[in-house]
């Protein structure tokens, strides 16, 4: 059974970091291109950034581009978003996915974690 769970999520200032951690279990993480999503209240979920599998090619959205950083630790099984410069229309709830190399869509989701940044 695949899982996919969230953490590092809270409260911070506009300009301030977070570190998202999302750690997968029956799957392996180096295996998958593993993504961050995000949905703000009222609006459509959004792509914010992946890492493919392997060669660990990231991508961005343009919003986040500069900003934030995706990462993967294969021993850990775990990967993690680095978020710095945050801006009040980053708040969020973020969301870990996973897609198999076979699919053309994330068919692993987490439950999320809330990232809001104050002005």
């Known amino acids: 059974q695949v899982q996919l769970v969230e953490s590092g999520g809270g409260l911070v200032q506009a300009g301030g970091s977070l570190r998202l951690s999302c750690a997968a279990s029956?799957?392996?993480?180096?295996?998958?291109?593993m993504a961050w999503f995000r949905q703000a209240p009222g609006k459509e979920r959004e792509f914010v950034a992946s890492i493919r599998w392997g060669a660990s090619n990231t991508y961005y959205a343009d919003s986040v581009k500069g900003r934030f950083t995706i990462s993967r630790d294969n021993a850990k099984n775990t990967v993690y978003l680095q978020m710095s410069g945050l801006k009040p229309e980053d708040t969020a709830d973020y969301y870990c996915?996973?897609?198999?190399?076979?699919?053309?869509?994330?068919?692993?989701w987490g439950q999320g974690t809330q990232v809001t940044v104050s002005s």
């Open positions: 029956g799957l392996t993480v180096s295996s998958y291109r």
């Open positions: 996915a996973a897609r198999s190399p076979t699919y053309t869509d994330y068919k692993y």
